[in-house]
């Protein structure tokens, strides 16, 4: 009787943790919204960095991939912005297409 107990008890448990996985993996965010997290993020650092000049700088983000365009006003700034788009987290690359213009 004790082992049908611990059964019926382990049986139940499995089934709250799969259910628990299904309502996680449920609330996961999907890739658009992950994406459009990340563009957020990078648009924030650059406009932080650069004040003056980062409504010149366009971000878009597809499957974790961050693409810069637009114009940098130096290579240095050009170098802070790839900086600024890898360290958000969920990047995992940044093309630059960037042009630098003094």
């Known amino acids: 009787m004790a082992r049908k107990t611990v059964l019926a008890m382990a049986a139940a448990l499995g089934g709250a943790v799969l259910a628990g ?52 006003d130096s290579g240095l700034a050009e170098l802070q912005a790839i900086k600024d788009a890898r360290a958000v987290p969920g990047v995992m690359h940044v093309k630059d297409q960037l042009q630098v213009v003094a």
Do not use: C, Y
């Not at 924030?44 to 499957?63: C, E, G, I, W, Y």
């Open 21 to 72: 996985g299904a309502a996680w993996a449920a609330s996961a965010p999907s890739g658009e919204t992950a994406d459009a997290r990340i563009t957020q993020q990078v648009e924030h650092k650059l406009s932080r960095d650069f004040p003056n000049s980062a409504d010149r700088m366009r971000v878009s983000t597809q499957d974790g991939v961050v693409t810069l365009s637009g114009f940098a």
